[in-house]
């Protein structure tokens, strides 16, 4: 039984309209294949499970043993690509509450994320909650010029070198960057930090499966080898040239029929507060390699049940321009059974001896058969359950239906330069050498 499994039944769509893209999907594939080997397009992920560089793999392995060992607290600083992808695995895979529990039992430094904003507040605070417990930093950037990771890290970088000194304060900043370019590459190699690279061919939303994700993921206590392994089983499943089987081509195209159809808004659900970041590094994915030329799928996430008392309203019965696809995780790692109570005054004994999962998973089903009452079309994904293989799968399963639909909808999936505008902007306001005022 293949971990994933797509459920096309609630989406409205019939299997001839899927068939019809089977050549299609196909090229598209093959083109991919074509410029994985190719250093200077963006396409290096695709063969990244089954071909990854094995001794930096090994290292990273090393240096999360030893920031484990002394370090209470990891500060991961990154934006965007560099940010998301470690938080979603670490957040999927680890309790709710880990940072809040006693090293002894969480055995893993506490793990922070900052430069993903500009907020003073937001380090300031950091600062004060980390006060004099042992800290390593990792700083992420492949431009290694990206403005909120690089004010974080100066912070950051004089944090530690006052509290250790200089030397010691080396031995706990970790840098991953280009192999050769950027500001941050420079200061790496004349500090001499260690540094790992990011290829060349992985654009950062596409680089969780790179030392941008592993070292972060391995840090936090994660089998690095059991997610790659599970990133290797997707490669295997989605190379199929079936349409009929390949259930990744069938959601690339799914939500491209339904993008046909004027249903421009696809939401991403759950019905588990731990995949809250997975949507968001799935909503960067989409909506940095879709948005493009005044087209795209708007990618938007609700977490559930929670969203049902907020965005509910607005999916049941606001304008119908969105379809639903929902994760569906089937095992859950625990669960509750609800007891009878003699006095009753809450109603609840009608669920005597059922367990919250039971409740959880009729609350999704009685949701997904309200909105397709109400027009909103939903793709059901089924994972077996949550652990370092389906996560894999489910992101090399994400990237590759990325790339197949955003080349079907007629895009460059690889680029993203609609983010200039903002910097030049900004650039000019604060009198960036080289930005000159309008
Ligand atoms: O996907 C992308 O390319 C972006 O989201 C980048 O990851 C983000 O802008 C951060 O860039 P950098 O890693 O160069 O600091």
Redesign the pocket.
């Known amino acids: 039984m293949p971990n994933i499994r797509l459920d096309l039944s609630y989406s409205g769509i019939k299997e001839k309209e899927i068939s019809e893209y089977e050549k299609e999907v196909s090229k598209i594939y093959k083109t991919l294949e074509e410029n994985s080997k190719d250093e200077e397009q963006y396409v290096g992920w695709l063969k990244l499970p089954s071909n990854f560089n094995k001794k930096e793999f090994e290292r990273i392995k090393k240096a999360a043993k030893r920031i484990r060992k002394n370090s209470e607290v990891f500060v991961v600083i990154?934006?965007?690509?560099?940010?998301?992808g470690a938080r979603a695995v670490i957040e999927s895979l680890t309790s709710n509450f880990a940072n809040l529990m006693p090293q002894t039992i969480r055995k893993s430094p506490q793990i922070f994320f900052v430069g993903n904003s500009i907020s003073p507040n937001y380090i300031n605070e950091l600062i004060d909650c980390i006060g004099d417990k042992d800290i390593s930093i990792n700083v992420?950037?492949?431009?290694?010029?990206?403005t909120?990771?690089?004010i974080a890290f100066r912070i950051f970088r004089e944090y530690l070198e006052s509290k250790y000194g200089a030397d010691e304060a080396r031995d706990r900043i970790y840098v991953t960057?280009?192999k050769n370019k950027?500001a941050?590459k420079q200061l790496a190699d004349e500090e001499e930090y260690e540094t790992f690279v990011?290829p060349d061919n992985v654009?950062?939303?596409?680089?969780v499966l790179t030392p941008?994700g592993l070292l972060p993921i391995a840090v936090a206590g994660i089998n690095i080898d059991k997610l790659m392994e599970g990133a290797k089983t997707g490669e295997y499943n989605y190379s199929d040239s079936s349409i009929k089987y390949n259930q990744c081509y069938r959601y690339a195209v799914a939500r491209n029929i339904l993008y046909k159809k004027d249903k421009t808004i696809e939401i991403l659900a759950n019905y588990e507060p731990k995949l809250h970041y997975f949507i968001e590094w799935w909503k960067?994915?989409y909506g940095?390699s879709e948005g493009k030329d005044h087209k795209g799928i708007f990618p938007a996430g609700v977490d559930l049940t929670t969203d049902l008392h907020s965005m509910g309203q607005y999916i049941q019965d606001g304008r119908r321009n969105i379809f639903e696809t929902v994760i569906n995780v089937e095992e859950t790692k625990t669960d509750i059974k609800i007891k009878r109570d003699e006095d009753n005054i809450d109603g609840l004994n009608y669920l005597a001896g059922k367990t919250m999962d039971y409740v959880n998973k009729q609350a999704m089903q009685g949701t997904i058969e309200a909105h397709v009452d109400g027009e909103v079309p939903n793709i059901v994904i089924n994972i077996k359950k949550l652990n370092e293989e389906t996560i894999g799968e489910l992101i090399y399963f994400f990237e590759l239906a990325c790339s197949i639909s955003g080349n079907i909808l007629g895009v460059n999936p690889f680029d993203?330069p609609g983010?200039e505008a903002y910097k030049t902007n900004m650039f000019k306001l604060l009198g960036k050498p080289g930005y000159k005022e309008k």
């Open positions: 990154g934006i965007g690509g560099s940010y998301l992420i950037s492949k431009s290694g010029t990206t909120e990771p690089a960057t280009d950027g941050l990011i654009g950062g939303r596409f680089s941008v960067q994915l940095e993203q983010v």
